[in-house]
């Protein structure tokens, strides 16, 4: 069973930084392909960032120099790091792992809320 945990959101001003973390079993983390969708309200699901193989990070253009996706190999986590944070930002943000880089994920984790005031 894929299990995909998600914690770091929360409440921040406009401008300021949060960091989401997804944690995974090794099994998992060494299978997938993981990265960050996000879902606004009223809005569909959209991708964030994620790896390209064999490790390249890879970024929607609407936070391409604001995000960070890392991972950490012993911890088996991935990580979002989000700077310069605007309202448009406010949404669930979701862990997904995929089977290949590009393909739709086949599981998601259960979500955490961050929410950008003006």
């Known amino acids: 069973q894929v299990q995909l945990v998600e914690s770091g959101g929360g409440l921040v001003q406009a401008g300021g930084s949060l960091r989401l973390s997804c944690a995974a079993s090794?099994?998992?983390?060494?299978?997938?392909?993981l990265g960050w969708f996000r879902q606004a309200p009223g809005k569909e699901r959209e991708f964030v960032a994620s790896?390209?193989?064999?490790?390249?990070?890879h970024y929607a253009d609407s936070v391409k120099g604001r995000f960070t996706i890392s991972r950490d190999n012993a911890k088996n986590t991935v990580y979002l790091e989000m700077n310069s944070l605007k309202p448009e930002d406010t949404a669930v943000y979701y862990c997904?792992?995929?089977?290949?880089?590009?393909?739709?994920?086949?599981?998601w984790g259960q979500g955490t809320q961050v929410t950008v005031s003006s």
């Open positions: 090794e099994r998992t983390f060494s299978r997938y392909v």
């Open positions: 790896f390209t193989w064999p490790a390249i990070p």
């Open positions: 997904a792992a995929a089977d290949e880089a590009g393909r739709p994920p086949v599981y």
